[in-house]
Structures are given as C-alpha cells and as structure tokens.
C-alpha cells in the first residue's frame, strides 16, 4: 500500500533560518507527490507538486524534488520567514486510473520566530 | 479562484443527535468531493470519495451508515454524522477536485468544520 512518512514537528526556527523537513514514501507504480501547507484557522493549499522523477516543484521560496532512488520528496527554504508558520503536509496519489485519492503524512508544524 | 467552504465552521451536539456538515465549491464545479478526518496531531484520514449524482464510496473501516454523504449537485456535497457519539468528535474537512482551468490533480480544500459531540 501506499505510506508518507516525514519528520516529526515541531520545528522551531528563527527568521532567516534554513528550513528542511523530510519526506519518505511507499507506493507501487510513479506516484505524483505534492506538498500542502495549513495555515493557522485555514484549510490545506497547495503549495507545490512534481509528478515524475527528478521534477522538481517550487512556490513562494520553497523546493522539492522527485528523488525515486531515494523515494524521497523533501520541502526545503533557504530562508523562512514568519509568515512560513504553518503545519506543512506531504502527500502522494498514486498514479493510473481516475484514482485521486491523497495519502497523506502526519503532518509538520513549523513555528517561525523573529 | 478554486475556493471550498464549510458550513458550520464548528458545532456542538448531544449524544444521540445527528449532525449535517456542508462543503460547497464557490468558484468551480466539483468532479469529485472527498471527506477527511483529522485527529490531533495526526494526518488527514480520508472517510470517502463522492461523484456527483452517484453514491459515495466508503474507506475501509469508515461505517456508510453512520456518516452518511449526499452530493447532490457538482457545487455541493454534504456530510451527515448519525446518532453522534463522543468518539465522533474530531476536526471534519472536505476538498474537491475541478476542470477545465484548473489542475485536474490538485484538491482544494475548505477550512474544515470542528465537531464535538457531548
């Protein structure tokens, strides 16, 4: 079946900071991997997605690359700011079909300091 | 554009009572509507996936009888906790997928509706 596994939170940063939160997966076939971003008493966004190997996805400062030998898909920014603070998701549908369904991981809150 | 909302925001009910929660797509026509639901500091748990004028199917473990789910119109799918229960409580969020001009692959999600059963 299909698994998302990233870092547990939460992650407390400074403005500026360097941000990494990881991200692992399992699934049959090329699954299509996004990250969503949850703002405080707001519902999830996309914030950015790949669909193949070696993609890489970017938004607003943030990456992410498609990395299939490593199933791996982790958000990266060079410098957060505090309005990054959010709980940050990873999420992959598998491919084929008209299957949209998302798997998503746990979740990872990210606080911003100034 | 690709806006979802839910109605109500949050909700409190007694044990025994049934319990409707609204998602709308406002700007877009919804091909498929999804239920979640999100315990505290856990991921989303999808319930079910609706089309349009069919019936929903159900996740496994998810009881269709106990959370029924109507989709009526491609604008509109609404969620209906029967008889709710304590263990019902928990954070309820839809999102839907659209056409046309929009990615056919993202979900758009609505801000989610907190219910809590006593």
């Known amino acids: 079946g299909n698994s998302v596994t990233q870092m547990e939170g939460p992650v407390t940063l400074s403005e500026e900071a360097f941000l990494t939160i990881n991200c692992t997966y399992t699934?049959?076939?090329?699954?299509?991997l996004f990250w969503y971003v949850q703002y405080p008493g707001e519902g999830l966004q996309l914030l950015l997605k790949a669909t193949k190997a070696d993609d890489k996805g970017s938004n607003k400062g943030f990456e992410a690359t498609y990395r299939k030998e490593t199933t791996s898909f982790h958000l990266e920014k060079g410098s957060v700011q505090v309005s990054d603070s959010a709980v940050y998701f990873c999420a992959l549908r598998n491919s084929g079909g008209s299957n949209y369904k998302l798997t998503f991981g746990k979740g990872t809150l990210l606080t911003v300091n100034p | 554009g690709a806006v979802v909302s839910q109605h109500p925001s949050r909700v409190i009910c007694k044990s025994g009572t049934s319990v409707k929660i609204e998602c709308r797509s406002l700007d877009f026509q919804a091909t498929t509507m999804f239920w979640y639901r999100q315990f505290p500091k856990q991921s989303l748990m999808l319930m079910a996936t609706?089309?349009?004028?069919?019936?929903?199917?159900?996740e496994q473990g998810v009881e269709k009888d106990k959370f029924l789910i109507n989709h009526a119109s491609l604008t509109l799918s609404t969620l209906t906790v029967t008889s709710a229960h304590p263990e019902d409580s928990s954070f309820y969020i839809c999102?839907?997928?659209?056409?046309?001009?929009?990615?056919?692959?993202?979900?758009?999600f609505g801000p989610g509706t907190r219910l809590l059963v006593l």
């Open positions: 699934a049959t076939g090329y699954p299509s």
């Open positions: 609706s089309n349009e004028g069919s019936k929903a199917t159900y």
């Open positions: 999102s839907a997928t659209g056409q046309g001009d929009l990615d056919w692959e993202t979900q758009y």
